[in-house]
């Protein structure tokens, strides 16, 4: 907060000085959760089956089913800080209250790392799909129509990206159940209705615990998202309550979808022999529905990924507000609010900015960038969480030691060996991305011999909830 302009001693501001605007808060559960499964992007369980099928040999759905039990931990720890600290930034503020300041901005600005280029990822995941598709068009026009798409869908209005989202996760749904349905047909089909209750997707005699153990480290990455609707707090009817449930629902209902998809599709093709491993569920799509439903399953796949990228994006500029706003980064900058559509304006024309870098890199190359920013955020909000109980006993407050110490130390576990997992130049990159950070704290911090820029915590304020619900 800026300390130029004295207090007026006569009290508060006069009703004719204008007061800095606010985010709305409009989202109910309904909204956050499927904001948080639009992130997710339901269809990824489809787009990544022949990976992971290959690594289990033929297993995808125990992979997912273990990699579901490993993210609820962290899941449940996101839970517990967003009803303690309901305001925007995610990891960044959970780290920096539990924790200590410098600790916060150095998570947060590993969380960059995430929640800056997933956008970017996802915006060329889809432009993949349709050069595929129509290999004439340049590659630069399916990523500027992207990007151009969700930009100005976001700078526009969270109201308005939720309408749209809700429209696209309609279609993702119906092509995800088209999927299902017809991979059931050809099961019947081939063996009959028993052929519907066949344990082999889960163990099979070329299934070994550590190629399933590898397979649900890539499965994991699916799940990247639940975390992300913490960023919309400040924008939430009644956070402390419908954040921690809307966590875990976005987690519990997005993990039941990828094992139910995982089951059914690995009944119609198993094994893990596939002509492409990157492509393999366009294999399955033509051979339990044809050409017309390949193409329909495309077009979800286009869908999935433009309703994700709205998510994403809104995601990430919220975090760098709440990052300005608290002087992490310049305010004037990051911490802007449009007057007119009351959103972060600035920040969602950089982050669809930073999607243009697309154009130069590849999914593999692209994909390395996120993972360890990801994991790293998720092992200290669990920390948090056992920091925050330690403070609440020493204040004479007893917490429950099961969901305050025994879930996160499990989930902070799982996190560490997940990050452990990754290729060599994802963890690379990461600490190369961290040493950047620490060089900016230092100079932020004058050489740390002074703390960060405190935090704000002034949009935190009871009456918000009643004072702009409704609000457009």
């Known amino acids: 907060m800026s300390s130029s302009t004295p207090s007026s001693p006569s009290g508060p501001s006069s009703p004719s000085e204008p007061s800095s605007p606010k985010l709305n808060r409009t989202l109910g559960l309904r909204s956050v959760v499927l904001f948080g499964l639009a992130y997710m992007t339901p269809l ?4 990544t089956f022949g990976v992971v099928a290959d690594a289990t040999h033929g ?13 609820l931990f962290t899941a449940h720890s996101y839970g517990r800080m967003a009803a303690t600290h309901p305001v925007a930034g995610s990891a960044y503020t959970y780290v920096s209250r539990a924790i200590d300041g410098r600790v916060g ?62 429209l696209l996760m309609v279609f993702q749904v119906l092509v995800i159940a088209a999927f299902v349905v017809l991979s059931a047909h050809h099961i019947v089909q081939l063996h009959g209705g028993g052929g519907l209750a066949d344990s082999t997707p889960f163990w099979n005699n070329a299934t070994t615990v550590s190629a399933v153990s590898s397979g649900a480290a890539l499965a994991a990455y699916s799940f990247l998202g639940f975390d992300a609707v913490t960023t919309l707090t400040e924008e939430t009817v009644d956070p402390r309550r419908t954040m921690p449930r809307a966590i875990l629902l976005i987690a519990l209902i997005g993990g039941g979808i990828f094992v139910l998809v995982a089951y059914v599709t690995q009944l119609a093709h198993p094994g893990s ?14 051979t339990i529905g044809g ?26 500029a919220r975090l760098l507000y709440a990052m300005g706003r608290d002087d992490a980064l310049p305010r004037r900058v990051f911490g802007y609010i449009h007057q007119r559509f009351r959103t972060p304006a600035f920040n969602v024309l950089l982050t669809g900015a930073v999607g243009l870098i697309a154009l130069t890199l590849d999914v593999a190359t692209s994909t390395s960038f996120i993972n360890f920013g990801a994991f790293t955020a998720f ?77 704000d915590f002034s949009e935190d304020d009871p009456q918000d909830d009643q004072r702009t619900v409704g609000k457009v």
């Open 105 to 166: 901005f150095l998570i947060g600005w590993a969380t960059l790392l995430d929640y800056f280029f997933l956008p970017m990822v996802i915006w060329l995941i889809g432009a993949s799909y349709l050069q595929a598709q129509w290999p004439g068009v340049p590659f630069w026009v399916w990523i500027l129509a992207f990007i151009l798409l969700t930009t100005a869908l976001n700078v526009r209005g969270i109201r308005t990206a939720e309408r749209v989202n809700d």
């Open 291 to 316: 050409d017309v439903f390949s193409s329909v399953f495309l077009a979800g796949l286009v869908v999935a990924q433009t309703a994700s990228g709205i998510a994403a994006q809104a995601s990430t």
């Open 59 to 71: 297993a995808v759905p125990i992979a997912y089913a273990l990699a579901l039990v490993a993210m």
């Open 44 to 47: 990824i369980v489809l787009g």
């Open 273 to 286: 022999h596939f002509d492409d491993t990157g492509s393999a569920a366009f294999e399955i799509a033509k």
């Open 379 to 455: 092992t200290f909000v669990n920390l948090s969480v056992i920091v925050t109980f330690i403070r609440e006993r020493r204040a004479g407050r007893a917490p429950g030691v099961a969901g305050h110490v025994v879930a996160p130390l499990i989930g902070a576990a799982v996190d560490v060996w997940l990050l452990a997992h990754l290729d060599g130049r994802a963890i690379e990159l990461g600490l190369a991305w961290l040493v950047i950070g620490i060089l900016y704290l230092a100079w932020l911090t004058r050489l740390f011999r002074r703390p960060p820029p405190a935090l």
